[in-house]
C-alpha cells in the first residue's frame, strides 16, 4: 500500500475485506485509520504513476480531456477502479454513472469524464473478467454501445478534417512502454492480509480518545455498561460530521462493524430482518434479490425502500454508512426512517443486561435527533413486515438535485385496503414525512380520516384538505420554502393515490384508473443516459497547431502526483493558523479574552490588528477593509485575529476557545434594505444613457409598457480546493516567502508587503497551481495569507494556513446577487423602443471589485437587442456580509440574465414565442451600443438561424407542445437564448496580456494556473 496523503485531494479510496474480497470506495476524509485496520487501503497513488506507467482508467481520463484543475480527478479515478475491480462483468453504463453519483467536478464538466469512462462499459475490456480478447490487442476500436470492433469511433488525423464528432476512446489494456498486460500488474489482496485473523482492537488515540472493535453482541454490551457515554460508530458518515464540523468529542468509539448479530439480513415468513449494522450497499443487493425471488404483493415496501436507496447519497457514503446510523441519527430529513415507519417495521433494542424490547419504528422517535432508548441500550435490529394483499407502500423525496442530496421534504406512505364485493375500503394507513418538522412526522389526522372510507376521489379531496392541518409550518420555520414544501406534502399524497389507483387498475380491482394524462403525476424518475457531442473542426499543420493537446499535468493530475499549495512539505519549525471569526453580522467589538485558549494544547498565540508591523487597510482597488477587525465588525465571518499552535488540529482547537463579546448594531441584510435606506459605496453611481426614454414613453410611439423586477441570487464559487498557504520568512525576518492557492499572487503579494511594511521586493509569492477558482481567488485569497504573514514575521517562523470548507465558504463571498428595476416599452408586434433600468448589486461589506462587475451588468444589459431608446442606472450596494467578488463572467451574466426577464414578459404579455420577440429585436451591423461602440462584423443572426435548422428548434418545440398536451402533471420546456459578451475590465489594469512578435514566432503568455478561466 502507498498512501501519501489523506486529505481532500485523495478524497476517494478503496479498501477490501480480505475474506470477501469486497471492493469499496469510499470518502478517505470519513474513514477514521482505525475504521481500516486489517483491509487493504488502496489509493490513487497506488494504482499507477507518471514515471512508470498509468492505470487504463488513468490513461482514459488523461487522453480524454477529462481534467482541467485535476483537484477532482483522483476521487472519479478511485470511484471508477472500486467499480470495475467490483465487478465479474464490464459495467454497464448506468452502473458507471451511478458510481460517480457521489463525485463532484466543477471545472472540467462531467462530459469528458464520462466519454473517457464509458469505454469501460460493455466492451470487451476484459481485464477484470480475465479473458482476454485477441481483438483488444490488436488495436482495433471496440465499439462502446456493441462491444463489437467496429469503425464508428476510430480517430483521423488526417492533415484537413471538418466536422469531428466526439471521440471515442479506446480502453487501455497495455503498457505500451513495456507491453506487459495491465491485469498482470492490477494490485493483489496483500497475502499476509490473507493469513491475518480478525481481531477484536483495543487502540488508544489523539487526546485519550479510546477504540474499540469487538467482535461479539456480548464484548459491545459490555463496553457499553462500561462506558456510559460510549460512542457507537460503523460508518462514521454522521459522526464524522459531527466531530468535523460540530466540534463534538467523543472519548470512547465503540466500532461495531465486525459484530455478526448487528449484521444479520435474513428472511422469514413474516418478513425481514435487518441487523443494525447492515450497510447501506448490502441491504440493497438483498432487497433487490428479495424483489425478484418473492411475489409482487409481499414486497411493496422493499421495493418502495430500495427506490428511496437509489437516491440516497452517492455509492463512496452507501458502502459504508449503515441502517442503524440512520435510524439512531434521528435526523429529520433521514430519508429511511418516514418508510420503517411507514411500513410498520419493529425496531429491537437489546440492553447492556441482555434484556431485548420492540419498540414499533412509529413510537422510536421522540424529538430533534432523540429516540427511544435508553443510555444502556443500543439498537439491535430492524423487522420488516412483508406486505399483505391489498397493502401498498411508497416512498418519496424531493430535493435540489435528485442525486445525492438531502431532502426537501420525503415521504413514506402505507395503505391496507378490504376488497368487499367491488368496493375497496380503507383499513388501515399510515401517513409519514420528513422535512417538516424536528422528527420525521405521522399524519394522524389524515390517517384517521382515511380509515374505513371508500377508495375514491372524495377520499383524496377529503385528505388533501385534512393535510392541511396535519402539516403545519410556520413562516419562519427552519429550512424555508414553506409553501413549497406545504403544496410538497399535498403532491406527494395525490401521486401516493395516484399510485394505488393505477395499481388497483391494473390489478383488475377498480374498474375506473388513471386517464392517460393522469398517469404522469405517477412515471418514475428515469434520467437517461448522460450523452454529450461537442462538434468541431480540425484543421492539423505540422505537428502541433491543430490537434486538441493533453492537458501538461494531466498525467499528474490522474495519478494524484500533481501538488498543490497544501501539499507543498512544511519544514520542520512550521506553525499552523486558525482564523477567529465574527459571529454578528454588525457590532463593535467589546472584548477579546484568550485565558482558555491559552492552556489549550499546542498554542503558541493570538495575533491581531495591534501585531500588524505595517498598515491594517487592506482592498484590490481601494483600501477600504481591515486585515483584522479593530473596533467594528461588518459581517459574520470578518477575520479578528489569527491563533497559531502546533498542529492544525490544535490551532483548530484553540481558535473555537477564544471568547470575542460583541455589542450589536443594526445591520442591513439584504440589497433592498441598502436601497432604502442608501446605503451606496461612495462614487459608484454609474448611468448610460442612448436616445431619450423618457421622450420615448410620452411620444405614445411604444403600444405596450410595462414595469418588472428581477433579483438574481448569488453563487458560492465553490472550487475544490480550499484556499491554503505556508508563509515563512528569509533573512531574518528581511524577506517573506510564501506559497498560496491564489490567482492572483502579485496581489497576494501586495497584500503581506503592505501589511508588513516591506518593499514588494522583499516578498515573493508563488503559486503552481490551484484547484479551482472561478474568480473566487482573485482577492478574496490575498487577506487569508496576509493574516498568516502576520504571525510568521513576528515569531519568524514558517505558518501554514488551510481553511476547511465550511469555514472557506463563509468568509470568501460569493457571486453578486442583483436587483434590476426596470421599464420597457414596445410595439404590438414586439419590437422594443426604450427601457429605462436600475440595477443594483449587492457588494458586500467592502468595495473589492463590486463597481467593476456592476459596470459590467450595465454593459450587458442589452444582451444582443437593438433598443434605440436606453437608461440604465447603477448603483453598489453596501451590506452586512462577506464582500463579494468576481465570478466567471464578472456580471455579464446577471445583465444578460435580467434582460432576457423583460423579453420573457414581453413575449407573454404579446401571447408570442421568446424566440420570435429575440429575432426580432436583433443587434446587427452597424447598430450603435449603449456605450458608444458601433457592431462591426455580427454574427448574431447568421449564427441563430444556423443553431436554430442545426438543433431542429422548431420541432422541438412542437414535440414539447405535444407532451404537455398530453401529460397533465408533467411538463417539459424548451428555450433558445443568445448572448453577447464582451471581454476587457473596466478596472484597466485587470487588462493584461502579453504577445511577443518575432519574425515567425508568436508566443503567447498566459497565466493558466488551473483556476478555471479557460485558458485552453
Ligand atoms: C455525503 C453524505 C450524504 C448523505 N446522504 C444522506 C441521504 O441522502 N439521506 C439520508 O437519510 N442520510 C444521508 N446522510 C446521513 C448518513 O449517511 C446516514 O444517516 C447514515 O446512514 C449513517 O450511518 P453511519 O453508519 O455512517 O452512522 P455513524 O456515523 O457511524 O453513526 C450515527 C449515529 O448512530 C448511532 N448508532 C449507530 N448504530 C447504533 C446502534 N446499533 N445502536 C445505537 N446507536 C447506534 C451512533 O452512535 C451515532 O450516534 C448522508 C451523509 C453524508 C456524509
Ligand atoms: S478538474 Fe474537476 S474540479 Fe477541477
Known amino acids: 500500500m502507498k498512501h501519501r496523503n489523506f486529505h481532500l485531494l485523495d478524497c476517494k479510496l ?74 465479474n462483468e464490464p459495467p454497464s453504463e448506468e452502473k458507471i454513472e451511478e458510481c460517480l453519483a457521489g463525485n463532484l467536478c466543477r471545472c472540467t464538466g462531467y462530459r469528458p469524464i464520462l466519454d473517457a469512462f464509458r469505454v469501460f462499459a460493455k466492451t470487451d475490456d476484459l481485464i477484470y473478467t480475465k ?88 464484548q459491545v454490551l459490555d463496553l457499553k455498561s462500561l462506558y456510559r457515554d460510549a460512542k457507537l460508530v460503523i460508518g462514521n458518515t454522521e459522526v464524522g460530521i459531527e466531530t468535523k464540523f460540530k466540534n463534538l468529542q467523543y472519548k470512547v468509539l465503540i466500532s461495531v462493524t465486525h459484530v455478526p448479530e448487528l449484521n444479520i439480513l435474513s428472511l422469514n415468513e413474516k418478513g425481514l430482518e435487518i441487523g443494525a449494522s447492515v450497510r447501506l450497499i448490502e441491504l440493497q443487493k438483498f432487497l433487490r434479490k428479495v424483489i425478484t425471488d418473492y411475489p409482487d404483493d409481499k414486497t411493496s415496501s422493499c421495493k418502495a425502500i430500495l427506490e428511496q436507496l437509489k437516491w440516497f447519497a452517492g455509492n463512496q457514503i452507501k458502502n459504508v454508512a449503515s441502517v442503524g446510523g440512520n435510524i439512531c441519527t434521528a435526523s429529520p430529513i433521514s430519508d429511511l426512517n418516514p418508510l420503517w415507519m411507514a411500513a410498520g417495521a419493529i425496531f429491537q433494542v437489546i440492553s447492556c443486561k441482555g434484556n431485548v424490547r420492540t419498540i414499533p419504528a412509529k413510537d422510536f422517535f421522540l424529538s430533534y435527533r432523540k429516540v427511544n432508548l435508553t443510555y444502556d441500550e443500543i439498537l439491535l435490529s430492524i423487522f420488516l413486515p412483508w406486505t399483505r394483499h391489498f397493502e401498498f407502500v411508497k416512498e418519496f423525496k424531493q430535493a435540489h438535485r435528485r442525486e445525492d442530496d438531502i431532502a426537501l421534504v420525503n415521504a413514506g406512505m402505507r395503505v391496507f385496503l378490504k376488497h368487499d364485493h367491488g368496493t375497496l375500503e380503507v383499513l388501515d394507513a399510515s401517513i409519514v414525512y420528513g422535512g417538516i418538522a424536528p422528527v420525521s412526522l405521522t399524519a394522524t389526522m389524515t390517517e384517521n380520516y382515511l380509515i374505513g372510507k371508500k377508495w375514491d376521489d372524495i377520499l383524496l379531496q377529503g385528505a388533501l384538505k385534512i393535510l392541511q392541518e396535519d402539516i403545519v409550518l410556520t413562516e419562519n420555520a427552519p429550512g424555508g420554502m414553506v409553501e413549497f414544501r406545504k403544496s410538497l406534502s399535498s403532491s406527494f399524497f395525490f401521486k401516493f393515490f395516484s399510485f394505488v389507483t393505477n395499481e388497483l387498475n391494473h390489478k383488475g380491482f377498480l374498474i375506473e384508473g388513471l386517464n392517460a394524462t393522469g398517469l404522469s403525476a405517477i412515471q418514475p424518475n428515469y434520467r437517461p443516459l448522460t450523452r454529450g457531442i461537442q462538434c468541431y473542426e480540425l484543421t492539423r499543420h505540422g505537428t502541433s497547431v491543430g490537434l486538441p493537446a493533453m492537458h501538461l499535468s494531466s498525467k499528474l493530475q490522474v495519478t494524484g502526483e500533481a501538488e498543490y499549495a497544501d501539499d507543498v512539505p512544511t ?42 508591523p505595517g498598515s491594517n487597510k487592506i482592498g484590490p482597488i481601494i483600501h477600504d477593509e ?30 473555537n476557545k477564544i471568547v470575542v463579546e460583541y455589542e450589536e448594531l443594526p445591520a442591513i441584510l439584504s440589497i433592498r434594505e441598502a436601497v432604502k435606506s442608501c446605503n451606496f459605496f461612495p462614487n459608484t453611481g454609474r448611468c448610460l444613457t442612448k436616445g431619450d426614454v423618457e421622450l420615448c414613453f410620452k411620444s405614445g410611439a411604444c403600444d405596450k409598457v410595462i414595469d418588472g423586477e428581477v433579483q438574481v441570487g448569488g453563487q458560492e464559487h465553490f472550487y475544490l480546493e480550499p484556499n491554503s498557504s505556508l508563509v515563512w520568512t528569509v533573512d531574518g525576518g528581511n524577506e517573506i516567502h510564501m506559497v498560496s492557492s491564489t490567482q492572483a499572487p502579485q496581489k497576494t503579494q501586495d ?126 450596494c453596501y451590506t452586512n456580509f462577506p464582500s463579494n467578488t468576481a465570478f466567471r463572467g464578472f456580471g455579464g451574466p446577471q445583465g444578460m440574465l435580467i434582460a432576457e426577464n423583460w423579453i420573457q414578459r414581453i413575449a407573454m404579455e404579446l401571447q408570442k414565442s421568446p424566440e420570435e420577440i429575440r429575432e426580432l429585436n436583433f443587434q446587427n451591423d452597424g447598430c450603435m451600443l449603449h456605450y458608444g461602440q458601433v457592431l462591426q462584423s455580427s454574427t448574431v443572426s447568421q449564427l441563430w438561424d444556423q443553431l436554430k435548422q442545426s438543433c431542429s428548434f422548431v420541432r422541438t418545440r412542437e414535440n414539447v407542445n405535444m407532451f404537455n398536451l398530453h401529460n397533465r402533471w408533467r411538463k417539459r420546456g424548451v428555450a433558445m437564448v443568445p448572448t453577447k459578451f464582451g471581454i476587457s475590465f473596466t478596472t484597466k489594469f485587470m487588462n493584461q496580456v502579453m504577445d511577443f512578435l518575432f519574425s515567425f514566432q508568436i508566443i503567447i503568455c498566459s497565466f493558466p494556473c488551473e483556476s478555471n478561466l479557460c485558458i485552453k
Not at 480524454?64 to 475491480?85: K, N
Open 14 to 87: 478503496i479498501f477490501s475485506y480480505y475474506d470477501l474480497y469486497r471492493h469499496y470506495a469510499i470518502n478517505a476524509c470519513l474513514a477514521p485509520l482505525y475504521s481500516v485496520e486489517g483491509m487493504h487501503v488502496i489509493t490513487v497513488e497506488g494504482i499507477g504513476d507518471s514515471g512508470r506507467s498509468l492505470h487504463p482508467i488513468q490513461e482514459s481520463l488523461s487522453q480524454a480531456h477529462g481534467s482541467q484543475c485535476g483537484f477532482c480527478t483522483p476521487g472519479f479515478v478511485m470511484s471508477m477502479y472500486a467499480l470495475l475491480r467490483s465487478c
Open 751 to 876: 497584500y503581506v508587503a503592505r501589511v508588513l511594511g516591506l518593499p514588494l521586493a522583499k516578498v515573493v509569492c508563488k503559486t503552481k497551481r490551484i484547484g479551482g477558482g472561478f474568480g473566487g481567488k482573485e482577492t478574496r485569497s490575498a487577506f487569508i495569507t496576509a493574516a498568516a504573514s502576520v504571525p510568521s514575521y513576528v515569531l519568524r517562523r514558517p505558518i501554514k494556513i488551510t481553511l476547511d470548507r465550511d469555514v472557506d465558504m463563509m468568509i470568501t463571498g460569493q457571486r453578486h446577487s442583483f436587483l434590476g428595476k426596470y421599464k420597457v416599452g414596445f410595439t404590438n408586434a414586439g419590437e422594443v423602443l426604450a427601457i429605462d433600468l436600475q440595477l443594483y448589486n449587492n457588494a458586500g461589506n467592502s468595495l473589492d471589485l463590486s463597481a467593476a462587475v456592476l459596470e459590467r451588468a450595465m454593459f450587458h444589459s442589452d444582451n444582443v437587442y437593438n433598443i434605440p431608446n436606453m437608461r440604465i442606472t447603477g448603483d453598489v
Open 626 to 655: 481591515e486585515l483584522f477587525a479593530s473596533e467594528i465588525v461588518t459581517c459574520v465571518g470578518q477575520v479578528i485575529g489569527i491563533v497559531v499552535a502546533d498542529t492544525h488540529d490544535n490551532a483548530k482547537i484553540a481558535s
Open 131 to 218: 479473458t482476454m480478447s485477441e481483438n483488444n490487442l490488436s488495436g482495433d476500436f471496440i465499439c462502446p454501445s456493441t462491444g463489437k470492433p467496429c469503425d464508428c469511433g476510430k480517430g483521423t488525423t488526417n492533415s484537413t478534417e471538418t466536422s469531428t464528432r466526439g471521440k471515442q476512446y479506446n480502453p487501455f489494456l497495455y503498457n505500451k512502454i513495456d507491453g506487459s498486460l495491465y491485469s498482470e500488474r492490477e494490485l493483489i489482496f496483500p497475502p499476509e492480509l490473507l493469513l491475518k485473523k480478525v481481531m477484536s482492537l483495543s487502540l488508544h488515540g489523539f487526546e485519550g480518545i479510546k477504540w474499540y472493535r469487538p467482535l461479539r453482541l456480548q
Open 571 to 612: 519544514p520542520p519549525n512550521t506553525l499552523h493558523a486558525a482564523l477567529i471569526l465574527s459571529r454578528k453580522p454588525h457590532a463593535r467589538i467589546l472584548s477579546i479574552d484568550d485565558s482558555l485558549a491559552k492552556s489549550s494544547p499546542g498554542f503558541i498565540g493570538l495575533f491581531g490588528h495591534r501585531d500588524v
